[in-house]
């Protein structure tokens, strides 16, 4: 699927802060996590970085609309908890697209 403006995709950026010894294993982690729910209903894709200093993975998705994400939430709330003792703060929140600027190749 194309991300554009006119589709109205939801996009979920979650921040993980992290100890610098704790980031690749969440990455690890979240890795799994994501092969177990990448065919739910409603998800379209996701991307996944780390910050260079150690202390941030940040999990950027995005999903065909707000009802598949709430979906997920509810069916998978328990799987989230292995990343309580990875993270020193996790802080998920749902997004629309606004405005893309593309560069033309």
Same mark, same amino acid.
């Given at each position: 699927?194309v991300?554009? =403006?006119?589709?109205? @995709? *939801?996009t @979920? *950026?979650?921040? &993980?802060?992290? +100890?610098?010894?704790? /980031? %690749? +294993?969440?990455?690890?982690?979240? *890795?799994?996590?994501?092969?177990?729910v $990448?065919?739910?209903?409603?998800?379209?894709?996701?991307?996944?970085?780390r910050? @260079?200093?150690?202390?941030r993975?940040?999990?950027?998705? /995005?999903? $065909? %609309?707000?009802?598949?994400w709430?979906?997920?939430? %509810?069916? &998978?709330s /328990?799987? &989230?908890?292995?990343? %309580?003792?990875?993270? =020193?703060?996790?802080?998920?929140?749902?997004?629309? @697209?606004?405005?893309l =600027?593309?560069?033309?190749?």
């Open positions: 699927m991300i554009s =403006t006119e589709n109205k @995709l *939801i @979920l *950026i979650n921040v &993980f802060d992290v +100890e610098p010894e704790h /980031q %690749q +294993e969440l990455i690890t982690t979240w *890795i799994a996590f994501r092969r177990e $990448e065919n739910e209903p409603g998800f379209i894709g996701a991307a996944l970085h910050s @260079l200093d150690g202390k993975v940040l999990n950027y998705a /995005q999903w $065909e %609309q707000g009802a598949d709430e979906r997920f939430v %509810q069916k &998978f /328990q799987g &989230f908890a292995r990343f %309580q003792p990875l993270s =020193t703060r996790i802080d998920p929140h749902l997004y629309e @697209l606004v405005d =600027t593309e560069r033309e190749a």
